[in-house]
């Protein structure tokens, strides 16, 4: 059975760099895509980013400027970069197995976040 | 940009009564980049439905899913203690490619 298991500071300063990273067990990181999502303090849930076991990414428009999301396939991980945090940054950081399958002629069927971590708590303090 | 708009914000019920939630989406989306996530407070949320109607390994049969174009519903046929909770519906785009989380319903006991 799959697990997923953020690990990082949980403390960042302002204007520092936000890095977090996601452990991935019980299965291979190969072959899938995999996303980073938070949920700042009382509310929703926010899509920061996802990458696919070769390296690609697809940003949030409303943070591409600062997001930098890398995989590493030989320690089953990948992991979250936030550049000049403030305030506003402070939220429960989740990683998430993205299912997805693409058939010919490029037909995505989506078959949402089916594996999630716990979570873990990042406050933007000085 | 889709943007998803949940309603309504809360639904007040009792166990047993029946939960239909809402989730409009602002331009047409594939009914194969719908999905539906339940989320309990301090846990990470909980893949339900995807594809619309499809439900997830392991979901009751009393969530279901429906809906095409813009317009999309998560059912739950009678409410159990366990199923209160916030419920968020969530779209695939292609093009461009991103993903979007609604903004939630929350199903409270009446």
């Known amino acids: 059975q799959v697990q997923l298991q953020e690990s990082g500071p949980g403390l960042v300063k302002p204007s520092e760099t936000l890095s977090l990273t996601c452990t991935v067990s019980?299965?291979?990181?190969?072959?899938?895509?995999w996303s980073w999502i938070r949920q700042p303090p009382g509310k929703g849930l926010e899509w920061i980013g996802y990458?696919?076991?070769?390296?690609?990414?697809n940003y949030n428009p409303s943070l591409k400027s600062r997001v930098t999301i890398s995989v590493d396939t030989s320690k089953n991980q990948f992991s979250l970069k936030l550049s000049s945090v403030t305030a506003a940054d402070t939220a429960v950081y989740y990683c998430?197995?993205?299912?997805?399958?693409?058939?010919?002629?490029?037909?995505?069927?989506?078959?949402?976040?089916?594996?999630w971590g716990q979570g873990t708590t990042v406050t933007v303090s000085s | 940009e889709i943007v998803l708009t949940q309603s309504p914000g809360t639904l007040s019920l009792s166990p047993g009564e029946r939960a239909t939630l809402s989730c409009r989406a602002s331009?047409?989306?594939?009914?194969?980049?719908l999905a539906w996530y339940q989320q309990k407070p301090g846990q990470a949320p909980r893949l339900l439905i995807y594809?619309?109607?499809s439900r997830a390994t392991g979901i009751p049969d009393r969530f279901s899913g429906s809906g095409s174009g813009t317009d999309f519903t998560l059912t739950i046929s009678r409410l159990e203690p366990e199923d209160f909770a916030v419920y968020y519906c969530?779209?695939?785009?292609?093009?461009?490619?991103?993903?979007?989380f609604g903004g939630g319903t929350k199903v409270e006991i009446k």
């Open positions: 998430a197995r993205d299912r997805r399958d693409t058939y010919v002629g490029g037909y995505v069927y989506y078959y949402g976040m089916d594996v």
């Open positions: 969530q779209q695939y785009g292609s093009s461009p490619p991103g993903l979007t």
């Open positions: 990458i696919y076991y070769s390296g690609s990414t």
């Open positions: 331009q047409s989306v594939s009914s194969s980049y």
């Open positions: 019980g299965g291979s990181i190969s072959s899938y895509y």
């Open positions: 594809g619309a109607s």
